[in-house]
């Protein structure tokens, strides 16, 4: 089935400092990728949707200058959290829909910031 | 308004015994599609189930089945023969329209612990 590759799984890092997270769709295009937020204990939330070879739509609240989103190429999406915080701990996990409508979104495995 | 209501922030169920899992949504668009995931504590979601707005017949898979009452707007998941594998987080999610590229909104998630 596809399949979806995040990387890291999980980064710490200080604070100010800048960490990238990278989503590959392993064995689909995806045109467009969905970049979700997920706090303990709660549901995920949506961050942004990006698109190959345009920019990315961020959600209401969503600030687009903290969290950098690059959609290089049909496979690889990438979210940079930029000068980051301890209230950017969080738990990121990306996502790609394949094909027809009624196929399910494919996720990442997630990365689990810890910034210090 | 909530487009994903989920009322049962946690469950318990007896191994062995059949659960059901509520989830309530909201759209006016006629063409939708629902859909169930599970996380368990390691984060990674998985795919379970789906229910389009028109299916004429709940969907199936396995042991987990779809009550889905379209007057109703309910999608209530079904978990038969529970198993302590089971126990995880399980969130409701819905994508409006027929384009397999808009996104999912999701509901709170209920977590279910399966006692043995």
């Known amino acids: 089935g596809a399949v979806v590759s995040q990387h890291p799984s999980w980064v710490i890092c200080k604070s100010g400092t800048s960490v990238k997270i990278e989503c590959r769709s392993l064995?689909?295009?995806?045109?467009?990728m969905f970049w979700y937020r997920q706090f303990p204990k709660q549901s995920l939330m949506l961050m942004a949707t990006?698109?190959?070879?345009?920019?990315?739509?961020?959600e209401q609240g969503v600030e687009k200058d903290k969290f950098l989103i690059n959609h290089a190429s049909l496979t690889l999406s990438t979210l940079t959290v930029t000068s980051a915080h301890p209230e950017d701990s969080s738990f990121y996990i990306c996502?790609?829909?394949?094909?027809?409508?009624?196929?399910?979104?494919?996720f990442g495995n997630g990365t689990r910031l810890t910034v210090t | 308004a909530q487009k994903i209501t989920q009322t049962q922030p946690g469950m318990f169920v007896q191994e062995k015994e059949a659960v059901t899992l509520d989830c309530t949504y909201d759209?006016?668009?006629?063409?939708?599609?629902l859909f169930w995931y599970k996380q368990p504590s390691s984060g990674e979601m998985i795919f379970l189930i789906y229910?389009?707005?028109?299916?004429?017949q709940n969907a199936t898979e396995g042991r987990y089945s779809l009550n889905f009452q379209k007057a109703r707007k309910s999608a209530n998941l079904v978990i038969s023969a529970s198993q302590l594998g089971d126990s995880a987080m399980y969130f409701c999610?819905?994508?409006?329209?027929?384009?397999?590229?808009?996104?999912?909104?999701f509901g709170g998630g209920t977590r279910l612990m399966v006692k043995p």
């Open positions: 064995d689909f295009q995806a045109t467009t």
């Open positions: 759209t006016s668009d006629p063409s939708y599609g």
């Open positions: 229910q389009g707005s028109y299916d004429q």
């Open positions: 999610a819905m994508r409006e329209g027929n384009n397999a590229g808009n996104m999912l909104t």
């Open positions: 996502s790609a829909p394949q094909g027809l409508y009624n196929s399910p979104l494919h």
């Open positions: 990006s698109n190959e070879g345009s920019k990315a739509t961020y």
